[in-house]
Nanobody
């Protein structure tokens, strides 16, 4: 079992910055692909950014140049640095991890509880 605990959400004015963190617990698993999703009220959940275990990054077009995803494999933590925030970035942000069981090689996927990001003047 892996638990993902997110932090760093909050309220900020347009143009501001926030840094989200997602820490994973569970020593029996290797973290593979880690992703940040977001869901705004009345909208579907969308993929925002992803990072592989080797550090390859990918972003949805709407956040390119403003958001940066990174990970610290020693700490089993993934980050999302969000700069130049816009009102349309307002959403609940969820961490997602694809993991593999070190013993049996079974793949699993886990979600964090979500953290609210509100961008408003």
């Amino acid at each position: 079992q892996v638990q993902l605990v997110e932090s760093g959400g909050g309220s900020v004015q347009p143009g501001g910055s926030l840094r989200l963190s997602c820490g994973a617990s569970g020593s029996r698993f290797d973290l593979l692909l880690m992703r940040w999703y977001r869901q705004a009220p009345g909208k579907q959940r969308e993929l925002v950014a992803a990072i592989t275990s080797s550090g390859r990054e990918d972003y949805v077009d709407s956040v390119k140049g403003r958001f940066t995803i990174s990970r610290d494999n020693a700490k089993n933590t993934v980050y999302l640095q969000m700069n130049s925030l816009k009102p349309e970035d307002t959403a609940v942000y969820y961490c997602n991890a694809q993991v593999v069981d070190k013993i049996y090689g079974s793949p699993y996927m886990y979600w964090g509880q979500g953290t609210q990001v509100t961008v408003s003047s």
